[in-house]
């Protein structure tokens, strides 16, 4: 079975300085991971994903991920906060092959973003 | 950007009603979900559709039904409508296997008095 752990619920940084959102994920094949940004009253926004190619992945906006297989993460990172970055985030493995394409998701972060 | 658009994006409604919750992709997605998110939390998927004529009951059971008679669209209904039922309602669709993102709407925020 698949499954995501975000490891913190909150977090917040000041303006300009780096953001570091953790994720361990449990796969019992190589996965395929995705991070996605929901802003307030807003649906979800894929920022990269990872499908067994390179494993430091590059997104929209400035993040990246990396995927590390021996310690199961894919931690999602910006080198500089924007006030703009505020919202929740979440880590997301795919549920198996085949036809279905389920998404099992993580409990999300929020990331506040201080001036 | 994504073009799947869910109407409406907030409802209020008294307890009792029918309530159908729209949902249409004009980027001839094949399969196509929708997920229940409760404020702060994550998502549950309650239905998902594999192309026309195919439903299936997602992970989290839901009193709501689904149909998928047309490609792009793919409505989700309440036949009477409780408050246990408020949440908001995010609509998603994606095309091949596994490895591909969904795309989601901006969902509906279901209120029920």
């Known amino acids: 079975a698949q499954s995501v752990t975000q490891l913190d619920s909150h977090v917040s940084v000041s303006e300009g300085t780096p953001v570091l959102l953790r994720c361990n994920y449990s796969?019992?094949?190589?996965?395929?991971l995705f991070w996605y940004v929901q802003h307030p009253n807003k649906g979800l926004q894929l920022l990269l994903k990872?499908?067994?190619?390179?494993?430091l992945v590059k997104g929209i906006n400035g993040f990246e991920a990396e995927f590390k297989k021996s310690e199961t993460s894919f931690h999602l990172t910006k080198p500089s906060a924007h006030m703009s970055d505020a919202a929740e985030y979440f880590c997301v493995v795919s549920g198996g092959g085949g036809a279905t394409n389920k998404l099992i998701f993580g409990t999300g972060t929020l990331l506040a973003v201080q001036p | 950007e994504a073009d799947i658009y869910q109407t409406p994006r907030y409802l209020v409604i008294g307890t009792g009603k029918k309530i159908t919750l729209e949902c249409s992709q004009t980027?001839?997605?094949?399969?196509m979900y929708w997920y229940q998110q409760d404020p702060g939390m994550e998502l549950h998927l309650i239905h998902y559709?594999?192309?026309?004529?195919?439903?299936e009951k997602g992970d989290l059971s839901s009193e709501s039904t689904v149909s998928r008679i047309r490609t792009e669209h793919f409505p989700l209904t309440l036949e009477s409508a409780r408050p246990s039922h408020t949440s908001q309602y995010l609509c998603a669709s994606s095309v091949g296997t596994g490895n591909q993102p969904q795309h989601f709407g901006d969902g509906t925020r279901l209120s029920i008095l």
């Open positions: 559709s594999y192309g026309v004529n195919s439903t």
């Open positions: 796969s019992s094949y190589s996965p395929s």
């Open positions: 990872y499908t067994s190619a390179a494993t």
């Open positions: 980027m001839g997605h094949d399969k």
